[in-house]
């Protein structure tokens, strides 16, 4: 029982920490659905920016 409310913690922490690149406020992971695939990502709450893996990885080809 211990061990389960230790991660549950640390889970609460990790998810503190992830903030919006776009307004600073808390971002949180879900599963998004499109017409053809789905995939997981981060959704800010407050300003509605999406972040997910392929996001990330053209926004850093942008930047070199």
Known sequence: MIDVDVR???MDTKLKEVKCS???RMMV???FYGPHEHFLG???IYCGEIVD???LENRLE???
């Open 53 to 55: 893996q392929l996001i």
């Open 62 to 64: 942008q930047r070199r």
């Open 8 to 10: 549950l913690n640390q």
């Open 22 to 24: 776009r307004c600073g």
């Open 42 to 44: 981060w959704r800010c």
């Open 29 to 31: 992971f879900q599963k």
